[in-house]
C-alpha cells in the first residue's frame, strides 16, 4: 500500500489553470474506475471534489476537472482563485483487495 | 442535512487502548459504507478502515493497523466506532470518519477527532 506520487507543490495566478498529476501502478490506478480527490484547506476536513476519476459532486465549480491516463490520474484546476489554495489529495480503490491508497498531496498556492 | 460527529479522541501512552465514535444523521445509515482516514501531523492523508452497510458486511483495513484496530457499527444508534489498541506514536493524528457517496469514496467527512499517543 505505497502512497501514489503526487508534486508536492503547483503555483499559479489568478485566472490561470494548474495541473495536479497522480502516479501510481497498474494495481491501483491503472486498473480501478474508482479514482477520487480531495481539497482541503488548512485545519479543515477534506472535501470531495472529484470521483469515478471525472465526475464533480453537485456544488462543485466545474472549473475542476480530472482525467486518468494509464496508471496516471490528473486533477486540473482552471480559471484559479484565491479560494482554491489548499492541498489537494487523490486517492484510488483497489478492487482486488479493497483498499484504499491516497497520494501523497499537493500545495496549490494562488500567487 | 448530512453530518458526522466525531468522539473519543485523547492523549495516550503507547501501548494503551482508545474507542472513537462518529454518530450520524440526515441519512439512511443502514444503507451506506463508512471509513477512517487519519492524518499525521503536517502529513498527508491515510486511509485507516472500511465497515460495509448492514446488508453488505464488510470489513477492511490498512496494513498499519490491521491486528490492532477493530472497526464496528451500530445500526441502531446509527453510529460506527474504531476500537484501537496497542497503541503506537506513529498511530498520532487526527482521525476522520467519513461517509461512501456509493462510489469508493468519501463524500461528507466528520470534524476530527485528535488521538496524541506519547
Known amino acids: 500500500q505505497s502512497a501514489l506520487t503526487q508534486p508536492p507543490s503547483a503555483s499559479g495566478s489568478p485566472g490561470q489553470s494548474v495541473a495536479i498529476s497522480c502516479s501510481g501502478t497498474?494495481?491501483?490506478?491503472?486498473?480501478?474506475?474508482?479514482v477520487s480527490w480531495y481539497q482541503q484547506h488548512p485545519g479543515k476536513a477534506p472535501k470531495l471534489i472529484i470521483y469515478?476519476?471525472?465526475e464533480r459532486p453537485s456544488g462543485v465549480p466545474d472549473r475542476f476537472s480530472a482525467s486518468k491516463s494509464g496508471n496516471t490520474a490528473s486533477l486540473t484546476v482552471s480559471g484559479l482563485q484565491a479560494e482554491d489554495e489548499a492541498d489537494y489529495y487523490c486517492?484510488?480503490?483497489?478492487?482486488?483487495?479493497?483498499?484504499?491508497?491516497f497520494g501523497t498531496g499537493t500545495k496549490v498556492t494562488v500567487l | 442535512e448530512v453530518q458526522l460527529l466525531q468522539s473519543g479522541g485523547g492523549l495516550l501512552q503507547p501501548g494503551g487502548s482508545l474507542r472513537l465514535s462518529c454518530a450520524t444523521s440526515?441519512?439512511?445509515?443502514?444503507?451506506?459504507?463508512i471509513h477512517w482516514v487519519r492524518q499525521a501531523p503536517g502529513k498527508g492523508l491515510e486511509w485507516v478502515s472500511t465497515?460495509?452497510?448492514?446488508?453488505?458486511?464488510?470489513?477492511y483495513y490498512a496494513d498499519s493497523v490491521k491486528g490492532r484496530f477493530t472497526i464496528s457499527r451500530d445500526n441502531s444508534k446509527n453510529t460506527v466506532f474504531l476500537q484501537m489498541s496497542s497503541l503506537r506514536a506513529d498511530d498520532t493524528a487526527v482521525y476522520y470518519c467519513?461517509?461512501?457517496?456509493?462510489?469508493?469514496?468519501?463524500?461528507?467527512w466528520g470534524q476530527g477527532t485528535t488521538v496524541t499517543v506519547s
Open positions: 440526515g441519512f439512511p445509515f443502514n444503507a451506506y459504507t
Open positions: 465497515i460495509g452497510p448492514q446488508n453488505y458486511y464488510e470489513i
Open positions: 486517492c484510488a480503490h483497489t478492487g482486488s483487495t479493497n483498499t484504499y491508497v
Open positions: 467519513a461517509k461512501d457517496h456509493g462510489h469508493y469514496d468519501k463524500d461528507v
Open positions: 497498474s494495481s491501483d490506478i491503472g486498473r480501478s474506475n474508482y
Open positions: 469515478e476519476v471525472t
